[in-house]
């Protein structure tokens, strides 16, 4: 089975501090990985993912993520918080034994403080 | 870019009634999902669709939930007699067919918000 579990699920940072976002998953298989972010009143919005390859993945807006084999690990890093991405950030996980699904972890809320 | 939108961004229904919740996934393609996120919660999956059936659902998708892609565009959510508890924000989303092991990612609308009072 598959599942992805979030550490926190409040995070604050000041501006231009780091962000370290913590995503880990548990999978049979080699998982496709995902980070997603929701803005207030917005839908969800891919960030970056994770399918195969390179394991250090960038997306946008200055994000990006390593996938960790040895750690079941995906986490999400920015080197220097910026006021707007103060927002929702959601991991997830896909697989070639899941089917068509997406697994979503709880989420993390990431407040960045002036 | 193409994208995933749905209507309407608000819908405000008293308990009992029937709702339908309306998506227009990118063209091009294959795979249709509904999940939706009670308020400060987290996103649950409701449903997936493939070739004109459901080919996942939870157990949250219970008889009172339908889907239906009516025409080569459209994607609807149906809820038969809503309850207070269906109040929340519900997501369409897209997938293209990627061939191998289902990696490419899901392309979501901005959501619609029942509230059923």
Redesign the interface.
Known sequence: AQSVTQLGSHVSVSEGALVLLRCNYSSSVPP?L?W?VQYP??????LL?Y??GATLVKGINGFEAEFKKSETSFHLTKPSAHMSDAAEY?C?V???N??????????TSLTVIP | EPE?TQTPSHQVTQMGQEVILRCVPISNHL?F?WYRQILGQ??E?LV?F?NNEI??KSEIFDDQFSVERPDGSNFTLKIRSTKLEDSAMY?C?S?EFSG????S???????TRLTVT
């Open positions: 496709y995902f997603y009143n917005q839908g969800l919005q891919l993912k399918t195969t959601f997830a896909s697989g070639s899941t089917g068509n699904q997406f697994y979503f972890g709880t989420g | 995933v795979y999902y987290k996103v999956f997936s493939y080919s996942e997501f989303a997938r191998v092991g289902y990696n990612p899901l392309h979501f609308g901005n959501g």
